[in-house]
């Protein structure tokens, strides 16, 4: 009898944690649900994903403590959905390996992806990231191009960055018909050109 109860009580730990993270992504798919809805633009409230969640605003709360943290759980939650191997990319090899996938993520979750930069509530969610994506996109030009300074470094940057984003995609979606693979093929080739320029700025 002591031995089975032993064996029993070590799993309890682990239904806990994974009651935790299915509430959490529970709470994540409802917030982000809440993206492109008609009705109040404005914002993302706490009450209104704990309503949606069917759980109580303090769970929220525990699993997010402020707004920062829950638009940062909504675009993780959307990212997972895009598919495995799709992050922030900081080398050339990560860009290249992403690039691909991140285009056929955004076909995936597409009413998401518009939701998120269309919205004030999306673009809200995006910008809480700014700060990380710009030190992940300098990484990169230094990967690439480690003499690169300055005002030149931020603008390579910024266009690395806008041709591996859903700004792209969705111009490309939108004006030319262009999806997935297609779309990827085109910026890919744009981001080879870019590489392969700051590497030798004499050609």
């Known amino acids: 009898m002591v031995s089975e109860q032993t064996s029993i009580e070590p799993t309890k730990p682990s239904l806990r944690r994974a009651q935790t993270a299915l509430t959490r992504e529970r709470i994540c798919d409802a917030a982000a649900g809440l993206l492109g809805e008609d009705g109040d633009q404005s914002a993302i409230t706490f009450r209104a994903v704990a309503e949606r969640a069917a759980v109580t605003e303090m769970t929220v709360y525990r699993h997010f403590p402020n707004r920062e943290a829950l638009l940062r759980g909504i675009w993780e939650r959307i990212n997972s959905r895009m598919g495995p191997g799709i992050g922030m990319p900081t080398s050339v090899g990560e860009l290249r390996s992403q690039h691909d996938k991140l285009y056929a993520g955004f076909d995936r979750v597409a009413p998401q992806i518009i939701a998120a930069i269309a919205t004030p509530q999306g673009r809200e969610m995006r910008a809480a990231l700014n700060g990380e994506r710009q030190e992940a996109?300098?990484?990169?030009?230094?990967?690439?191009?480690?003499?690169?300074?300055?005002?030149?470094k931020r603008q390579v940057a910024a266009l690395l960055q806008l041709l591996h984003s859903a700004y792209a995609w969705a111009s490309l979606r939108e004006q030319w018909d262009l999806h997935g693979a297609e779309a990827a093929e085109a910026t890919r080739w744009l981001i080879e050109l870019i590489l392969e320029q700051i590497k030798d700025p004499m050609k």
């Open 137 to 152: 996109f300098l990484a990169i030009v230094a990967d690439a191009a480690p003499e690169l300074e300055g005002k030149r």
